[in-house]
């Protein structure tokens, strides 16, 4: 089982995708997905010019050596960066020790806890009659919980929201990531978004009835007390989850934000290591850790993660928007499948030409989705369809308060 070859792959099938594919000696081979959006090229040569150099000749089946050496032998742990090539070799691996047992990668994880995994879809719309019609798109498309953004009155853009509407019946695309040399900037109002939002939900309420799980993301942009303000002004609408309701690099903030509501709070997508969880959930600060398998360091450190989260009683909410690629998205979901305390999973399907670049085993149906029964993560590279997308440079946005101050997006 001895690593012979390890590529980095750059495609760009309608946004960017970094792919790690490492290969054996006896013709096995694994993917691992190392996106990190609006950074895309700073993973990939990270990649390249520092770990495939330390992949050549090591025992593919040798996991978690491979993770603790990638982790504690650069001596400057963590970040975004690292975070993210690590993850890329750690699910590679882990999809080689599947096809070498001939299993998909839930079974060797324990096997499946459940029959499906939950999945919540984006609603979005500028006005209320734009937010109805996709709400009643994606309850057509099968999901049966859904996240609710809208745009603010006198704000241009927000967070969640096309810029373009979608066709009435048709599901609005949302890239945020915006192809050309600089990032957009956005305008931001806290007051506006927090006298606005109470009345959305409860139209959506009023027009959906009480049975539908509703998410919402605040996207960081509160301090704590608006955020718990805003989570107490939405509890008659019973969320199934409020996210990223304040920055929370700062883990001391959410006790605030708890003493005052008590709506379900969702935090970590830009988390990248257990460390950045330990108060959070040694306290019970939040009830859903929103962390990726792409951003914290791939399946092995994931699911230790989600062990810690159970003995508190905290569950799984792993990031799943259209920045992780299918390889990503089958990595945490082998992930969902396997572990007990499992809470919901997002699901943004990507495009048509990133379905064609990666073809994939797994299901969405009836609100659930499924990894496959393809060993491994049941997710190939079409590397020839890969190549007829090249790299393309995108930013996230950034947003500005009406007096020109830097704002958190």
Same mark, same amino acid.
């Given at each position: 089982?001895?690593?012979?070859?390890?590529?980095?792959?750059?495609?760009?099938?309608?946004?960017?995708?970094?792919t790690?594919?490492?290969?054996?000696?006896?013709?096995?081979?694994g993917?691992g997905?190392?996106?990190?959006?609006?950074?895309e090229?700073?993973?990939?040569?990270?990649?390249?010019?520092?770990?495939?150099?330390?992949l050549?000749?090591?025992?593919?089946?040798?996991?978690?050596?491979?993770?603790?050496?990638?982790?504690?032998?650069?001596?400057?742990?963590?970040?975004?960066?690292?975070?993210?090539?690590?993850?890329?070799v750690?699910?590679?691996?882990?999809?080689?020790?599947a096809?070498?047992?001939?299993?998909?990668?839930y079974?060797?994880?324990?096997?499946?806890s459940?029959?499906?995994?939950?999945?919540?879809?984006?609603?979005?719309?500028? &006005? +209320?009659?734009? =937010?109805? #019609?996709?709400?009643?798109?994606?309850?057509?498309?099968g999901? *049966?919980?859904? /996240?609710v953004? $809208?745009?603010?009155?006198s704000?241009n853009?927000?967070?969640?929201?096309?810029?373009?509407?979608?066709?009435?019946?048709?599901n609005?695309?949302?890239?945020?990531?915006?192809?050309?040399?600089?990032?957009?900037?956005?305008?931001?109002?806290?007051?506006?978004?927090l006298?606005?939002?109470p009345?959305?939900?409860?139209?959506?309420?009023?027009?959906?009835?009480?049975?539908?799980?509703?998410?919402?993301?605040?996207?960081?942009?509160?301090?704590?007390?608006?955020?718990?303000?805003?989570?107490?002004?939405?509890?008659?609408? &019973? +969320?199934?989850? =409020?996210? #990223?309701?304040?920055?929370?690099?700062?883990?001391?903030?959410? *006790?605030?934000? /708890?003493?005052? $509501?008590?709506?379900?709070?969702?935090?970590?997508?830009?988390?990248?290591?257990?460390?950045?969880?330990?108060?959070?959930?040694?306290?019970?600060?939040?009830?859903?850790?929103?962390?990726?398998?792409?951003?914290?360091?791939?399946?092995?450190?994931?699911?230790?993660?989600?062990?810690?989260?159970?003995?508190?009683?905290?569950?799984?909410?792993?990031?799943?928007?259209?920045?992780?690629?299918p390889?990503?998205m089958?990595?945490?979901?082998?992930?969902?499948?396997?572990?007990?305390?499992?809470?919901?999973?997002?699901?943004?399907?990507?495009?048509? =030409?990133?379905?064609?670049?990666?073809?994939?085993?797994f299901?969405?149906?009836?609100?659930?989705?499924?990894?496959?029964?393809?060993?491994?993560?049941?997710?190939?590279?079409d590397?020839?369809?890969?190549?007829?997308?090249?790299?393309?440079?995108a930013?996230?946005?950034?947003?500005?308060?009406?007096?020109?101050?830097?704002?958190?997006?």
């Amino acid at each position: 089982m001895k690593i012979v070859a390890a590529d980095v792959l750059v495609t760009s099938p309608g946004r960017n995708f970094v792919t790690l594919k490492v290969t054996t000696e006896d013709g096995l081979t694994g993917l691992g997905d190392a996106t990190l959006n609006g950074r895309e090229l700073s993973v990939a040569s990270y990649l390249s010019d520092h770990v495939v150099p330390l992949l050549l000749g090591r025992d593919a089946r040798n996991i978690e050596d491979a993770w603790q050496f990638l982790y504690r032998s650069a001596y400057w742990r963590r970040g975004p960066v690292t975070m993210s090539a690590i993850s890329a070799v750690d699910s590679a691996l882990w999809d080689i020790k599947a096809k070498a047992a001939g299993m998909p990668l839930y079974q060797l994880l324990g096997g499946a806890s459940r029959r499906g995994i939950r999945a919540y879809g984006h609603a979005s719309g500028r &006005d +209320l009659e734009q =937010l109805f #019609d996709s709400m009643r798109h994606h309850l057509e498309l099968g999901f *049966r919980a859904i /996240r609710v953004q $809208t745009s603010v009155p006198s704000l241009n853009a927000v967070y969640g929201v096309p810029a373009t509407p979608a066709t009435k019946g048709e599901n609005g695309h949302y890239e945020p990531a915006q192809r050309g040399p600089l990032p957009a900037e956005e305008d931001w109002d806290t007051r506006a978004y927090l006298r606005h939002i109470p009345g959305v939900f409860e139209a959506v309420r009023n027009a959906f009835g009480p049975e539908l799980p509703l998410l919402h993301d605040g996207h960081h942009r509160m301090t704590p007390i608006e955020a718990a303000r805003l989570g107490k002004a939405l509890e008659p609408y &019973d +969320l199934f989850w =409020l996210e #990223d309701c304040t920055p929370a690099e700062n883990q001391e903030a959410l *006790r605030l934000v /708890r003493q005052h $509501t008590t709506t379900p709070l969702a935090i970590g997508e830009v988390f990248n290591t257990v460390w950045d969880y330990q108060t959070l959930i040694r306290e019970q600060l939040i009830d859903y850790v929103r962390s990726s398998v792409t951003h914290a360091g791939g399946i092995t450190p994931m699911r230790k993660l989600m062990d810690f989260a159970a003995q508190y009683q905290v569950k799984s909410g792993m990031h799943g928007a259209t920045d992780i690629s299918p390889v990503g998205m089958a990595a945490a979901l082998h992930l969902d499948l396997a572990i007990h305390n499992f809470g919901i999973q997002e699901y943004m399907p990507h495009n048509e =030409l990133t379905n064609e670049v990666f073809r994939q085993t797994f299901t969405f149906q009836d609100g659930y989705l499924h990894p496959g029964d393809q060993p491994g993560l049941g997710v190939e590279l079409d590397e020839k369809a890969a190549a007829q997308f090249p790299y393309q440079a995108a930013y996230l946005p950034f947003s500005r308060l009406k007096d020109g101050t830097i704002h958190d997006w």
